[in-house]
């Protein structure tokens, strides 16, 4: 099926509900793991995969967006679901969703859960697209275990302006009783007292220094999983064995190529953007390049401020390989309010061929970063 890089949002569970009741409810014979809030989502997930792998638990993972590939967003047993077998069930999804209008996110969310009871899993960990209770991946009927991980001020015309009111959104996952864990690290009072309030049990990050967390960041995801993992009943040395194995992919990940050292991360809010910011500040400012693009729908004021601590000696202001992208020339006029130095390319490879610091660091959105990466690896076989 053609999967469509944007469409029209409309909130609710009505379709993904239907198309799962019409595929035989394949939800109800996973024990699901779902987690929602504004960052650390992706990396809590993985965390929980791991540690279930290391348990011996057979798990699927789906996840949004994606960060190299379509089908990286949808894994078994923490490997990428081939894209055959994803169609296959795509397609059935789709065949279920006759009449009802349905988004290609309904389709895929549908779809995953029909692959994963399908192919004899026994956990699946479901990350929220947007928000929670109107979320597609809320459809699901029962939940071993709910996870509320950082929230911050996101998707406004959706969820509402306030913190309350994101909280109450992300709340929405805590359905039929589920335990509920909720991470730390939370930015505003207002989202500690609204969990606080309604009785959610918070992770204690000091849990995650004996697991070997050094991270400061890394400490409260973690943390989150950790603590999920304890109320699921895993065994403790699943639970060791899971945190030392997860890698997280795309969130200020390094490599090396032809001298120089290239950083990608996809953070696309303010507050995703501490750990990117605190690593890069420990580079000299005339040896960093940036090269930045962001979405329309994204805060790139908030975040062009964080990042203009890095004291960056050039930005390079580049669109993102979407219909949902600044242009380039938005970018850099948006740029100049925080850096001095500010160019524009039209690709992410003219960027990076333009870039000629020792350090390169690509941001401000996921979808950059499979282009960064294929550039980086097509360097690395040249030399």
């Known amino acids: ?83 055959g077998l994803a169609e296959t069930y795509f397609g059935r999804a789709l065949k279920a969703a006759g009449g009802l209008n349905a988004t290609d996110f309904e389709i895929q969310t549908a779809g ?27 459809a699901i009927n029962k939940k071993e275990l709910a996870v509320i991980t950082s929230i911050s001020l996101e998707h406004t015309a959706y969820l509402g302006d306030t913190i309350e009111e994101i909280c109450a959104q992300k709340a929405g996952i805590i359905t ?36 070997g967390v050094a991270d400061n960041f890394s400490r409260y995801n973690a943390a989150t999983a950790i603590e999920g993992a304890r ?24 490599f090396m190529a032809a001298g120089r050292t290239y950083i990608l991360d996809g953070a696309h809010n303010p507050a995703a953007f501490e750990p ?10 005339d040896g960093l390049t940036l090269i930045f693009g962001c979405l329309k729908d994204k805060d790139s004021g908030g975040i062009l401020s964080a990042l203009s601590a890095t004291k960056a000696k050039t930005i390079i202001a580049v669109p993102c390989p979407s219909l949902r992208s600044r242009t380039a020339e938005e970018v850099q006029k948006e740029c100049l309010k925080h850096f001095n130095n500010v160019i524009k390319a039209q690709s992410v490879s003219e960027a990076l061929d333009a870039a000629n610091t020792e350090t390169v660091a690509v941001c401000g959105s996921f979808t950059l970063l499979k282009e960064a990466k294929q550039w980086i690896e097509k360097k690395r076989i040249q030399c």
């Not at 569970?13 to 996973?30: A, E, K, Q, Y």
């Not at 692959?115 to 809320?138: H, P, R, S």
């Not at 991470?183 to 049990?201: D, M, S, T, V, W």
């Open 112 to 138: 995953i859960l029909s692959a994963f009871k399908e192919e004899g899993c026994e956990y699946a960990v479901i990350e929220c697209g947007m928000g929670g209770l109107g979320d597609a991946t809320n």
């Open 231 to 254: 109320l699921l009943g895993l065994p403790d040395e699943a639970i060791r064995a899971g945190i030392k194995n997860t890698r997280l992919y795309g969130r200020v990940e390094e």
């Open 1 to 83: 099926m053609e999967h469509k890089e944007y469409v029209d949002i409309h909130p609710g569970t009505f379709v993904t509900r239907s198309i799962l009741n019409n595929l035989g409810s394949p939800d109800d014979r996973l024990k699901i793991i779902h987690i929602a809030g504004t960052n650390g989502k992706g990396s809590t997930a993985e965390y929980f995969t791991q540690i279930l792998l290391a348990a011996g638990k057979r798990a699927g993972t789906f996840t949004s967006p994606a960060v190299y590939d379509f089908y990286d967003q949808f894994r078994l047993d923490g490997k990428s679901i081939e894209a």
């Open 176 to 211: 039929g009783g589920c335990p509920v864990v909720v991470n730390p690290l939370q930015p505003f009072k207002e989202a500690e007292n609204y969990f606080k309030n309604i009785g959610c049990r918070f992770a204690d990050v000091k849990i995650a220094d004996g697991y």
């Open 276 to 285: 990117l910011k605190s690593r890069l500040q420990g580079f000299s400012g």
